[in-house]
Structure formats: C-alpha cells, structure tokens
C-alpha cells in the first residue's frame, strides 16, 4: 500500500533522509520515534509527496487523494464554522455533493464536536480544534494516514481519545505512519516500530508484543539518550 | 482535465471570498483608504492653478495603485494561520488551480475596490467619466490583471519573510510601473476626448504585459511552495 | 590561476582600458553642438545602463537555469551579478543628474528613461533585500530566482514603454529599428565604452562569485 525505497533527501549539504526503505500494509501502523532533527517530519511529507526526493522513490496506492494527513497544526480556516472547513475540503478531494453533508455530519458525531459544528474554528480548544483536524483529515476516507507528533499539546483524555480512534482506523484496514519523539505515546498503536536518528532508521521491526517501557530502554540504546 | 483545473481553481477562489466576507476586514480598510485618498485629494487641489481634467488620471491611478498593494497584503495570511497552506498542497489539485483560485479571488477584491473608487472619484472631481466608461473599464481591467499576477505570485513568497508587509511593495515596484504609465496616459487621453486610435499602442502593450506576466506567474508559482 | 586573481586581473585590465577609453572621449572625440561638453558623461552613463541591464540579463538566465537544474552555483552566479548590478544601477543613476542639470537646468526629471532607470535599481535593491530577508538558502535561492526570471522579464517592458512615452529624454539614439543616428567617432568610442564596461562586469562579478564561493564553503 505504501512502499519508499532507498529515499534519500538534503538540504543543501546537510543530509536529512538517508535510504529510507520500507513497506506498509493495510491495517499496519508504523510507529517512528526519533529525537527532534532526526528527519521524521521531513519523511513524512515525502511521503505525502510535499517534498521530492533526491533520489529514492515512494509509491502509494492511490495518490494523494488516499492521504490523511493529522500534525499539530489544523489547516482549518479560522473564520469559517467546523461544518464549513470539512465541505470544503471534502469538496477539493472530489468527495461527491450528495454525500459530503452525511459524512461530514457522521464525522461530526464521531468526534463529538455536535456542539461545535457551527462555530467558527478560531473559537474551537485545542482538544476540540484536534478533533476537528482528525475530521478534516478523514472526510474523503483516506487509506493512508500521516501522523506527524498528534499528541502535541493534547490533554491526557484528548490523547486517550485519539488513541482509541487511531485504533478503530487501523482495524479497519487503513495504514497508518505516527511519527513522535515520545516513546510512551505511539506504542501500543503500533504494529511495527522504527528507531530515527540523523536521518536513518537505527531499528526497524515488529513491535512484538514490547510494551512501552521495554521500548523506552530499546529506544534509549539504540539512539543513544535522545 | 482542464475542467478539473478550472473548478478547483474556483473552489479556493469561493473559499477566498467567504472568509474576505466572513471577516470583512481587507475589503474595508482598502475601500476606506481609497476615500481617504480621494478626499485627500480633492481638498489638497487648487482648481483654479491646475484643471481638475489634468489631475484626474494620475488621482484616479495612484489610488487603484494603493488600493491594489492593500489587498495583496491578505492573499496568502489566511493560509498561514493554521498551516492550512500545507492542506491544499497535500490536497490533489494542481498547483496552478491553487494559484489561480488566489488570483481571481485577488481580481475580485480589487475589482470592488476599484469600482467603488471610480464611483467615488466621479462623485468627488466633476470629471465626464459617463462618455469612455468602457474603454475606462478595459483599461482597469487590463492594467489590472498583470500586476495583480505578479502580486499575488510574490505575495506566496513574502508571507515567510520577516517585515512581509514591507517587502511586498519594495518587490512590486518595479512591475507597476508599465501598467501605471499606460494606465494614465490611455486615461488622460481618454478624459481629453482623444480618439480611440491614440491609445490602440498602449492596449496592446497592456495586452502583451498581462498575457507574459499571468503566464509568467502561473509558471513560477510551484517553485515558491514546493520543497 | 583562481578565479579570484583571474578576476582582479580582468577588473585590473578593464579599468585601464576604461581610462583609455575616457582619454579618447575626452580628447579625441568631437564636442556635441548642442549638449557641449556634458555630453561627454553619455559615454559614461550609458555604458553603465547596458551593464546593468546586462547584469539583470544575467541573473535572469542563472536563475532559470537554477530552478531546472537545482545546482546552487547558479544561484551564487545570479547574487554576484545581482550585486554588480546594483553598482552600475547606481552609477546609472547618479550620471544621470549630472548630466541632465547643465542641460535640462534640472538635477531630476520624472520623464520615462531616467525613471525606468530606477526601476532596475529597485529591481535590483528588492532582489537583494528579498535574499537578506530569507535564512534558509534553499528557499532563498528559489525565492531570489523567481524575482530575477520577473525581473529580467520586465525589461523589455520597460524598453517599450520608452518608445510610446513622449520624453525630455533624448530619444534612443543608438538602439533603434533604424541606423543609429550618432556620428561615425561618436559611435566608435561609445561602443569601445560599451565593451570595457562589459569587461568590468566580467571583472567584477568573476571576483564576487569567488568571495560567494568561499563564504559558502567555509
């Protein structure tokens, strides 16, 4: 479903992806971990296709329109009610008019954000601007989902929350990347684990049933204190 | 597959012209400095040592000019706000439907700054605007287009820089210039009651500066938000 | 030889021959009849207009060819020409005056040459704060080059806007559909002026892409 092979990337001189290889099957969820400047984030829009590859190739079924895309950011339109920015963006991916209200009613509902779903995003908490994110990212039913540090800033039951959800997509077959630099958050998520450090993969497995303190020590071994 | 182009390029356009008319804020301060600019110079003119006639184009030209840069300021602020600008780069539309929806929401605006502005300079300089109304329109809409393109292409490049409302009209300079000049000069000629045929050079040189610089801007575009 | 003492040798060099040049502008070439011995700051003036219209020829094609090929070193070549210009933007612009005022009694006039000829130097100057304004040097360089492809592109513009526009200026006497009209001697030592500014910028800019070169690397 979504494969890089041998993805390499710089910044001038300053090398930040180095042969990136792996593949990623429905239902699977790739958790990266990686001190800050490790390149998770810059692997991650390569995988998006924001940023072309010096060399090495990406190939996703079905393009950009299968990405889902959830960062720290919400790409809502502050002005606008919850409503408005999901038809919107439900309306550039060609999510068909008959059933961009039902769905993006039933993503309303999913999320609990009922009573929100007329204010303005600007007036929106941050627990609940995440949420609508998640939504906004899900409304034209994406295969492929991209994760860059979503815990950010979430409150211990919003975190908990999207981990129940992120749980539900991937049972329901979608393949998901999380990318963090906290170990406790993405773990029992993942199916399979990643260790990044400069730009490279240190480790690269299933998760195997660790749990998140046996991952802790993994992590700390093989990247080194990050 | 242009029909794809053109519809997503009207989708970001018609979510451009909600938020302007959510928040209202663009739109009035141009239209408010564009009065203020007129009264400015209605009360600023002795009309007895200069002929209102003689001003007019220059007055009428230095305000859309203004008005112009104003509204150029909005153009990409909104999509920084959330990083909303990373959504519709990830989103699968092209590039060129993402800056063309920009430039026609960016057109729009300017053209009811401008509107208001002719309305208001006939209201305020008993100029006879009434007899050239037309080729006036076609020349604010030609010497319109191009600078706005360019505007709007360097407008993707400010907005992440630091003193972005500075850099904007030390950029733009330059490119207004060849419009401004013929704008005025087909103006002057046209308020003076000169024939059609003076002014055919300066259209179609307003002609051949808006067609290069949309083609231009539209081709530069993606180097200004790809990685 | 490094580029940079290759360099300073073609300024070295440039800089005698524009001397010499000066000398036979000055001595042997006939006085005009009716602008006097001002006129003599033409050979001067519009020399530096071609190069720095050269100059933003230049960054124009380094930048086309950065945004294709991706290779850095056009980029440096497009800042270096981008400085230089801007030097003989300004040269442009202070000869200008001083030839204007014994002639017009007037140091500034808003006619179409001498203010397009601003135009360039604001060209150049937003070219170079743009680049200031950017820290990250990938982003500059794709920044800078979209400027200097409008920038180079506007030119033409500007030069066609010169011919419709009724002008003080004295009309393009040399780069006109038809012959040019200057005499024979006249002719001569502006084109043998034409071609050592060319040098110098040649000078300059091989110097300034050296300096940009090190600064780089170090």
Redesign the interface.
């Given at each position: 479903m979504l494969s890089a092979r041998d993805v390499s990337h710089a910044?001038?001189s300053l090398r930040a992806l180095d042969r990136i290889t792996f593949t990623l099957d429905r239902g699977q969820t790739l958790a990266i971990f990686g001190p800050n400047g490790a390149g998770k984030t810059t692997l991650l829009k390569v995988l998006a296709g924001l940023i072309q590859p010096r060399h090495g190739t990406v190939q996703l079924a079905g393009g950009r329109r299968a990405i889902g895309w959830i960062g720290h950011q919400s790409q809502l339109y502050g002005p606008l009610t919850v409503v408005e920015n999901l038809l919107f963006w439900a309306s550039l991916y060609d999510v068909p008019k008959a059933t961009r209200r039902t769905r993006a009613d039933e993503l309303i509902g999913r999320l609990g954000l009922e009573r929100q779903a007329h204010q303005p995003a600007r007036t929106l908490s941050r627990g609940q601007a995440q949420r609508a994110a998640i939504a906004r990212a899900l409304i034209h039913d994406p295969s492929v989902l991209l994760l860059d540090e979503p815990f950010t800033g979430l409150d211990r039951v919003a975190a908990e929350e999207l981990r129940r959800l992120l749980g539900e997509l991937a049972a329901a077959g979608r393949a998901t990347v999380l990318v963090t630099h906290n170990v406790e958050e993405g773990t029992e998520l993942a199916s399979d684990i990643a260790f990044m450090r400069a730009g490279h993969f240190v480790a690269f497995g299933p998760r195997a049933g660790r749990d998140a303190v046996a991952l802790a020590a993994a992590y700390r071994e093989a990247v080194g204190g990050g | 597959m242009v029909v794809d182009l053109l519809r997503h390029a009207w989708l970001v356009a018609r979510k451009d012209l909600y938020l302007e008319f959510r928040s209202r804020t663009a739109i009035t301060s141009a239209l408010v400095f564009t009065a203020l600019v007129l009264v400015v110079f209605e009360h600023g003119r002795d009309p007895t040592a200069v002929a209102t006639i003689d001003l007019a184009p220059s007055i009428l030209w230095v305000t859309f000019s203004f008005a112009g840069m104003l509204t150029l300021n909005r153009a990409f602020n909104a999509e920084l706000e959330n990083q909303a600008l990373d959504g519709l780069l990830l989103a699968p539309i092209s590039r060129t439907s993402l800056f063309w929806g920009k430039l026609v929401a960016n057109l729009a605006f300017v053209a009811v700054v401008q509107i208001a502005g002719l309305l208001l300079f006939t209201l305020f300089f008993n100029v006879p605007v009434w007899r050239v109304w037309a080729p006036l329109v076609a020349v604010m809409i030609l010497a319109t287009v191009g600078f706005i393109a360019?505007g709007t292409?360097?407008s993707a490049?400010?907005v992440?820089?630091?003193?972005a409302e500075l850099?904007l009209p030390?950029?733009l300079?330059?490119?207004l210039?060849?419009p401004l000049?013929?704008a005025v000069?087909v103006t002057a000629k046209l308020l003076g009651g000169r024939p059609l045929s003076e002014v055919a050079?300066?259209f179609r040189?307003l002609a051949?500066?808006d067609v290069?610089?949309v083609t231009?801007?539209t081709l530069?575009f993606p180097?200004?938000v790809?990685? | 030889m490094t580029l940079v003492r290759s360099g300073r040798w073609i300024t070295g060099i440039a800089l005698l021959l524009v001397a010499g040049v000066y000398v036979r502008a000055l001595v042997y070439t006939p006085v005009e009849i009716h602008q006097g011995l001002a006129q003599k700051i033409y050979y001067v003036h519009v020399p530096s207009a071609w190069s720095a219209m050269l100059a933003m020829g230049m960054v124009g094609l380094a930048s086309i060819l950065f945004?294709f090929l991706k290779d850095?070193r056009y980029d440096r070549f497009a800042s270096a020409s981008a400085e230089v210009g801007t030097a003989f933007s300004l040269v442009m612009l202070t000869t200008g005056p001083l030839w204007a005022r014994p002639i017009w009694n007037t140091w500034w006039t808003w006619d179409?040459r001498l203010?397009?000829t601003l135009?360039?130097f604001?060209?150049f100057?937003?070219y170079q704060?743009?680049r200031g304004?950017?820290t990250?040097?990938?982003?500059r360089a794709?920044?800078a080059?979209?400027?200097g492809?409008?920038?180079m592109?506007?030119l033409p513009?500007?030069h066609?806007?010169v011919y419709?526009?009724r002008t003080l200026h004295p009309m393009p006497i040399v780069l006109k559909p038809s012959k040019p009209s200057l005499p024979g001697s006249m002719l001569v030592t502006l084109l043998l002026s034409v071609g050592v500014f060319t040098l110098l910028y040649v000078g300059f800019v091989m110097q300034r892409y050296a300096i940009g070169e090190r600064s780089d690397d170090a």
């Open positions: 910044y001038g | 360019v292409l360097f490049m400010v992440r820089t630091r003193f850099m030390v950029l300079l330059p490119f210039l060849p000049i013929a000069e050079g300066w040189l051949a500066f290069t610089f231009l801007a530069l180097a200004t790809t990685e | 945004l850095p179409a203010t397009l135009m360039l604001f060209l100057v937003g704060v743009l304004a950017v990250d040097p990938g982003l794709r920044y080059a979209v400027v492809i409008c920038g592109v506007l513009f500007i066609l806007s419709l526009f």
